[in-house]
């Protein structure tokens, strides 16, 4: 009987052990967890932590029971793989009880995903200093606001989860100050919309040091100070949102070869250097469809159909992935932020002539109720016409509408393209020329 | 100085003039428009009729003077064409004193809209039958509600206007009652959608009688009563909304072609069998981009956009416009209704072997607070892989997420390339897979 190892039981892991046994039953497939959780929604993790009363294990999507008893999926927990060796086709590690493990493999699928970065700085890792990207870094977050009187949170960084969670603390009567050491607010986004989500964390009392180096934590009167060369900042929690980096230590370590910020290289059947090895999720690269070239961008959607991929492959039905476009929306108190594909710095960078335009357009139809401002930034290349990206800003309209031009960069349509395109209208969603059209017909004089 | 003159004074016509105008300052822009009223939003009206505090000359988007004035567009109102003389190049009608107008044009465009149907059924022409095509028609409603003790309202018909006024009616605390003679509520959409739309309708309290012919309407104690084979409807209203045709019996009558509905034939840059006379806006046809075949669906955007068009070609710019996809979306109550493309009937009328699929999923993440569900149905073709079609049933997100596939359809994707698409995903506001991407998944599974 084949074998098929998964290191990893979460988005990508879960999701190809699944489709796998869905495509061929007869496949022995085995998963290897570190921790003891398995298939979560990392990304519900802000809303959870937001209300008080409810389980983090909520966000459990599928029980590892179920994955065992229903799916026949031999799915162990606790088990850190130390080691993969190509040669031999077996992966190594330590179960809980100490004992060594090793298992065999046909097929390997690496999905262990990315792990927060901490800086080296002194009292980053004193208690009450904590990072969201696990499960268990979730629970442990909800232990500490139970357990502890917590006033004021200090987040270093100003990300998705930065916001997300700033959104979640002010949401819990917490003061919340952001800081960061480069000066820009989400510094992938054009400085008008930026400036749009800047004004809302300040007029949801969000206090922002953007530019502001730490210098270190440290205890302070039973409290945290997080010092930085002009300011300290006194807290009961901060949370360290500076981003985070591919758990590709073990792939490097057998030799695989590595990629943009030391994710691991797939290729478009997403295996690794060594063909029987592949990786998907988190830890593992992408083609970006804009620009052709390879991209690290760690996203859910992604994992879980990268997941997929593997599994078909693992069983012989050869799938090539096309790519990511970029796509991400957030939500920070009552905006929705959204972009995908390329800002023109990074097109610029990518070899294209990029023109850039920003409109400001309205959420609902001219004269109906409730309508809110909503700002389009679009990037083309005047060299081919092609539309190359686009972000969104505004109080509701934009996490859905960035998805028609995610769709126009997958199929490469030039900004005439599609400012052709018959978008949907009435009056309590939008004006008659959707946001993302009218930005279109202004890049259009640009171009 | 050349001279393009322009029948009609809405969306398509002063789209056209002011573009015209910015093109070629130089031109000569006159507008005969038959009534008074200019440049409004048609699809505000049920939202306005909703506020009986407002005016309904709100959903004027730019006033006359402002065309005549600051654009130098010569827009006359109360001129009726009754005329068009492609020969001679001119067009003839009388103005409000009676006396006969002429205006000799290089290029003219016909917008002349399109307008209600009433049936030829005794009563039809009782005060208190009403239509809602024009600004007037909104107005004298508008009217009859302030004069009138409306207590119920019958409403011939169950199409997008029909259901937004039910939401209105409703919302003023006035009974409806929908009637018409086919047997089912939105006849292109799917059935379970549909089933969705009617459960909602239900909940409301609006009376649904589909399947049932109007005999006719009569006067009974004051109030009117529509009367039908095995029921009689008494109420104080009735809003006759059984469907639109195109305004083209000038272009008929000297001899341009006609098409789809009997709108008029134009081409891909909006030229009538004259050329020197285009067509635009809702007395117009149009190319389907998914059957390439000639169609007619008269909508806003298509409009607006098509009346730019003829001011570029009327410039010498030399546009084509690529033609619609169908895509609309209505409110019903809390309701979210959207399509776009062909149905699986009319895919298959068109020549395609389509496979169509239903899903329900949810319009947040799970275990997100507030999710609700979303009901998708997706068309593509056995042949070609091609995606042919969606349609959206939700209290949130089916409004802007139909235009992931309408784009895909501008752009002849497969309905295995869009499952591949990189779509946004945030809790707050989906699942991990967009709900088009499960639909486009288990749909693929039927190919």
Chains 1, 2 share one sequence.
């Not at 900042?233 to 980096?245: E, S, T």
């Not at 591919?246 to 295996?271: W, Y």
Request: aromatic fraction near 6%; hydrophobic fraction near 45%; include cysteine.
């Amino acid at each position: 009987m084949k074998k098929f190892v998964i290191i990893g039981a979460d988005a990508a892991g879960m999701s190809a052990a699944s489709r796998a046994k869905r495509n061929a039953p007869g496949l022995e497939v085995t998963v290897l967890e570190k921790t003891t959780d398995v298939s979560y929604s990392a990304c519900g993790m802000p809303y959870n932590i937001a209300e008080p009363g409810r389980d983090i294990d909520d966000l459990v999507v599928r029980q590892a029971a179920v994955f065992r008893e229903k799916q026949g999926i031999d799915l162990l927990t606790g088990r850190l793989v130390e080691r993969i060796d190509p040669q031999g086709k077996c992966v190594r590690g330590t179960a809980p009880d100490g004992r060594e493990f090793e298992f065999p493999y046909d097929s390997l699928l690496i999905a262990t995903g990315a792990r927060a970065v901490k800086p080296a700085l002194p009292g980053f890792n004193l208690p009450g200093v904590m990072v969201l990207k696990s499960l268990a870094d979730g629970r442990l977050i909800k232990q500490f606001l139970r357990s502890n009187p917590v006033r004021k949170v200090v987040i270093a960084g100003m990300g998705y989860i930065a916001l997300e969670m700033a959104e979640t603390f002010r949401s819990l009567g917490i003061e919340v100050d952001l800081v960061k050491p480069r000066p820009r607010l989400l510094p992938w986004m054009e400085e008008t919309l930026s400036g749009v989500v800047r004004k809302t964390l300040e007029q949801h009392g969000v206090g922002l040091y953007p530019g502001t180096e730490i210098d270190g934590i440290e205890r302070a009167g039973g409290r945290l100070r997080v010092t930085c060369p002009d300011i300290a900042l006194d807290c009961d929690m901060v949370l360290v949102a500076i981003g985070i980096k591919p758990e590709s230590e073990l792939a490097a370590a057998c030799g695989l070869s590595l990629s943009v910020d030391d994710s691991i290289a797939v290729d478009l059947r997403l295996k690794t250097s060594d063909p029987s090895v592949y990786a998907a999720g988190d830890c593992a690269d992408a083609y970006h469809v804009v620009t052709g070239e390879k991209t690290w961008i760690p996203l859910a959607l992604r994992a879980n159909r990268a997941g997929w991929a593997v599994a078909d492959n693992v069983c012989g039905r050869d799938i090539e992935l096309p790519g990511v476009a970029g796509t991400a929306v957030f939500r920070t108190f009552d905006l929705e932020v959204a972009r995908t594909g390329l800002t023109a710095d990074e097109a610029a960078a990518a070899g294209f002539d990029p023109a850039q335009v920003v409109i400001e357009s309205r959420s609902r139809a001219h004269a109906h109720p409730g309508s809110s401002p909503i700002w389009v930034y679009m990037v083309g290349d005047r060299k081919t016409g092609l539309l190359l990206g686009a972000q969104m800003v505004g109080s509701e309209g934009a996490a859905h509408r960035i998805n028609a031009p995610a769709v126009a960069l997958h199929s490469r349509m030039t900004v005439s393209e599609y400012s052709q395109t018959d978008l949907s209208y009435a009056p309590p969603f939008g004006p008659t020329w959707d946001p993302t059209l009218t930005a279109a017909n202004q890049l259009l004089k640009l171009m």
